[in-house]
């Protein structure tokens, strides 16, 4: 129901734009999260989206560089990544926040994308 897409292999201090549409249903009223997950490591949360769109968070890993927005006419939720680091390499994911007080909470999350690689090259 979630499909992300625009990851790919970028240099660093490059830039890319993530997109998660949904389908079959929507989102609308629902907070929206990307997470990220590099090889081998844990799913950590990357930034959220309140659903009007009036309140964003970010890890502070990614603060100043990435931005999150979304159009719910479309059903979309986009990541916009600038300045991007090697360490930014992973498998990113939307998800929609169903429960809870914090959006960095994982655990508050359903609905998981598939993912979409993104590599960044030093």
């Known amino acids: 129901q979630l499909v992300e897409s625009g990851g790919g292999l970028v240099q660093a201090g490059g830039s890319l734009r993530l997109s998660c549409v949904a389908s079959g249903r929507t989102f609308s009223t629902y907070a929206m999260g990307w997470f990220r997950q590099p090889p081998g490591k844990e799913r950590d949360y990357v930034a959220a989206?309140?659903?009007?769109?009036?309140?964003?968070e970010y890890a502070d890993s990614v603060k100043g560089r990435f931005t999150i927005s979304r159009d719910n006419a479309k059903n979309t939720v986009y990541l916009q990544m600038n300045n991007l680091k090697p360490e930014d390499t992973a498998v990113y994911y939307c998800?929609?926040?169903?429960?809870?007080?914090?959006?960095?909470?994982?655990?508050?999350?359903?609905?998981w994308g598939q993912g979409t690689q993104v590599t960044v090259s030093s």
């Open positions: 989206i309140s659903w009007s769109g009036n309140t964003t």
């Open positions: 998800a929609v926040f169903v429960t809870g007080r914090y959006y960095s909470d994982r655990r508050g999350y359903d609905y």
